[in-house]
């Protein structure tokens, strides 16, 4: 790559050739000289989704190989997630986007159906890395309520709500003719209609013999060969599950009233035992109180002990509002009540077997409820859950800002996990993982990849997202700074306490010294060093910041920026050292004062006073918290930002923008947003903005609040989620607020403080939500030594450059388009000993000298809402301007390394996402991926280096994409693999005299009932079968499996039918033809056959 002079740029360039048609560049007078070689192209970029991570949202239902140890769930949107082993698993989405209501496995054959809630069947193929539909069936006027398909069957039988039971060939997708209906099955002088079929299942024993359970209490036996029942079985309250026991001579109903009731099956006239596992049982024999209804109830025997009975519900309606919902394990004479955190959707008892003939040996329970995933471990004492593998506890509190960290340094994740391994619960089984299915993928990247999300309860995470996996390092609790006692007022009141006070409301971190900032809702900011030791604090340093500005009603229009003088800066009137801010010490936070007249000086909460025990890992350093003034709440905290080799902190809001010396513990800077423009160029008049039209979702239904309760609201709340703010302002209707400008961006930097200036310093990048670019100088001593006793100055150098639109992201560039990252310190950790902190601390590598005089070095990237600009320093000439959009705004703006090369990646609120090429903006990708629906991704999205980004699609799962090509062609090789080869364990032995006398399992030849030969064809109006757009894709994967043979057997066959069709349709004609001859033949002979010849 050529050196490059931006000067010499200038020379040559004409505003035609220099830019592309949206954007534009300035034009110059220089000659001779060649511009930044840039390597991106097109063809670089291409947008994909990559994998999803989290628990399943909505879950709806779920299966379960036991052969391949694969879990399948889905989700009342549609959704179809897998998992197998830690790291394995797939989602796939259904097109109609209905509720999964039901889920069966072809079990060891890599394939899936799935029922869906608009009476549609869909085959999935799971031998390949992206499962794939293979044909769908959609039922036209029966709804389905339950499915059954039996082990080894290639025949699914659909139970309906009209009562009637249909039965589909699964290799051909279309359906039988035989078909049970419900008149049939009931008795004959039976008035009423049963209900919908809430079960169906096979005799373990006899696959001719089909238990089918009606909703309102009647179970019914029923005979496939002879088509009609053998036993009915009634009672009183309805059914809601039925199990059969190994044997086939038993079963076990769940009822509505808490029940259970045992059944012979040659003896229908009343079932052998009733209980309710629940219930109070009366001492003068009466019938128990009734209980709440028990939805399911699996029955699983062992070979050496007592069957296990697990049920879901069924407890009484006394213990129903003190307890949560729970799964009752019975065993013997021992009953064991396990409590869940929320709701049960579904459980599978998992079992050594596949063959329901044989004794079960049940291991363990898997449960889905609403928002976690358990499994119970049913082999230990206790019944100890298994330690969950899988990053579900994404929302343990809702996410509330994210951040992504691709190419960090090596040495992060194991030293987080180190520390993270520490806060680990104890008391999980100590067994495997059991569903251990599936491969990892080949091809997976081989740099490290941090995840960091914020919570709502003030929980920080730090996630490995490496190789397209997701695990959990470490967690921090930002609340325990706090004093957590507080006393709630009435509503309405005017210190309205918000629900989630610690809630994170953004976060900056180092990722080289290992500094973290995180600034919450109640306009706090603590900042966090790393050790791997642990420490007690015995007071926390705390710093109270007064922040507060006046706004003028109008100014004059501002003229060119750019100018050489400084600005004298107010005076600063906060405290030089932490703890001294006000003059009376503040009341605690929930105590009214306005008897002594408005608030003032106060905090919105209260840091903790005892000593703190810090555990290793992340520890606080100092706490800075903004105060009441005058009345009037703090503003949120709308940007953020820390360096270490500065040992600065910097924050923002509507009020204005304050530097915190982290080291000294004091306050440098405190400025309103009014004082940072110089004297030379006063604000341009501003009117409170419009409320943006592309997206009505994003206005603020609070807009006739009152000012002193508008305390920072959480990004939970549900004035965050109808409103668009993203922390660049506090509301998008409050003309008083809109009128003000906050800062909403920073960047540190080795720069030119001053246009024209020949000589690098440490600068500060100050951007606002009014689209004006400022420049601080900071005045660092040179030598690490006096770091501690000289104090730092800051002055402004005024404004650099004015954009259309709030300031998203800023960044600086080297003369040949690198990017310059801030300067930072090494990581120490703190609580060594000082010989090792100096042997370890030391400043990055000196900055790169300064520009020869007269000549630019530097480009400083500008990105806003709407448009992107690139200027040249030290001059601030703008060379290159882009209009990102008209119609709508960006929401996230990054400027990422993608191998080797800068690009500007954004995303706007339309859904598009779009890169442009640095310095010349040139567009290299344009894909309208995914409109804003939901505030939680426009708080969420974050683009990183290599192509990678991330955003939360639903309140529990993240969604990862890329928009890298070369990612994209290696994706099939990343992906894991759902089906690995595994042999089905041989059938159960039947035994001598089994064999010899009988009473083993008794097989049915499937075919030839249901076939079309025996069973004839359906109406054609019941279903309507549709291939799936995997039909091929999936013929070729499934190519090693029955499925594939039998599928391939079956268009064989229907191809010879076709033949034989056309043939038997030929010979029918002739047959037709020769029936006429014969008929015509007859006649002719009855007419003539008295005649003589000469009678002719």
Known sequence: MKKFNIRKVLDGLTAASSSSASSSAQPGTPRDSEPVQETLQSEHFQLCKTVRHGFPNQPASMAFDPVQKILAVGTQSGALRLFGRAGVECYCQHESGAAVIQLQFLINEGALVSALADDSLHLWNLRQKIPAVLHSLKFNRERITYCHLPFQSKWLYIGTERGNIHIVNVESFTLSGYVIMWNKAIELSTKTHPGPVVHISDNPMDEGKLLIGFECGVVVLWDLKSKKADYRYNYDEAIHSVAWHHEGKQFVCSHSDGTLTTWNVRAPAKPTQIITPHGKQPKDGKKPEPCRPILKVEYKTTRAGDPFMVLSGGLSYETVGRRRACLTVMHGKSTTVLEMDTPIVDFLTLCETPYPNDFQEPYAVVVLLEKDLVVIDLGQIGYPAFENPYPFTVHESPVTCCEYFADCPAELIPALYSVGTRQKRQGYSKKEWP???????????????????????????????????????????????????????????????????????????????????????????????????????????????????????????????????????????????????????????????????????IACLQVRSSPLKQSAGYQVELVVQLVWVNGEPPQPITSLGINSSYGLVVFGNSSGLAVVDFVQKTLLLNLGTADLYSPCEPRQPRSPRKTRQPSAALCDSNDGSNPSEERCKSPTSDAKDNSFSRSRSSSVTSIDRESREAVCAFVFCESYGRKGESSLGPCLLVGTTQGAVMMLSLGVPSVPEQRLQQPLTVSSCGTISQLKGGILTMALLDASGTLLSPAYESWYDPNASDEEKERIKKRRPPSPPGSLEGQDSQFLVLCSEKQAKVLALPSQTRLYKHSITEASFVLRADVVNMGGAICLMCFCANGHIMALSLPSLRPLLDVNYLPLTDMRIARTFCFSNLGQAL???????????????????????????????????????????????????????????????????????????????????????????????LARARIALDERGQKLSELEERTAAMMASADSFSKHAHDMMLKYKDKKWYQL
């Open 951 to 1045: 955003y939360l699609t639903s309140p529990t799962e993240v969604q990862r994409l890329t928009y890298s090509q070369e990612t994209c062609d290696n994706l099939q090789e990343m992906l894991s693999e759902l089906f690995t080869p595994v042999e089905t364990p041989e059938a159960p032995n039947r035994g001598f005299f089994k064999g010899l006398f009988g009473g083993g399992a008794q097989s049915l030849d499937r075919e030839d009932l249901f076939g079309e030969t025996a069973a004839g064809k359906a109406s054609r109006t019941l279903a309507q079968h549709i291939p799936g757009p995997g039909s091929m894709e999936g013929m070729k994967g499934a190519a090693s499996g029955v499925v594939g043979d």
């Open 435 to 601: 569903l251990s299915g599936g491969n990892w993928g080949q091809g997976a990247q081989s740099y490290p990849e941090i995840i960091i999300t914020g919570h709502a309860d003030g929980t920080i995470k730090f996630w490995d997202a490496s190789a397209l996996m997701l695990q959990v390092l470490y967690k921090l609790k930002t609340a325990k700074v706090f004093e957590r006692a507080r006393v709630k007022e009435e509503k309405g009141s005017a210190d309205t306490v918000d629900e989630d006070p610690f809630a994170v409301q953004t976060l900056s971190w180092c990722p080289e010294s290992r500094l973290l900032c995180v600034a919450g809702v109640s306009a706090h900011v603590i900042v966090y060093r790393f050790s791997k030791q642990e420490v007690t604090t015995d007071e926390v340093q705390l710093l109270e910041v007064r922040m507060q500005s006046d706004f003028p009603d109008c100014a004059v229009d501002s003229p060119d920026p750019g100018g050489d003088q400084s600005p004298p800066l107010p005076q600063n009137t906060a405290p030089s050292s932490p703890q001294q801010e006000s003059q009376d010490p503040p009341a605690p936070p929930g105590v009214n004062s306005t008897d002594a007249g408005p608030r003032d000086n």
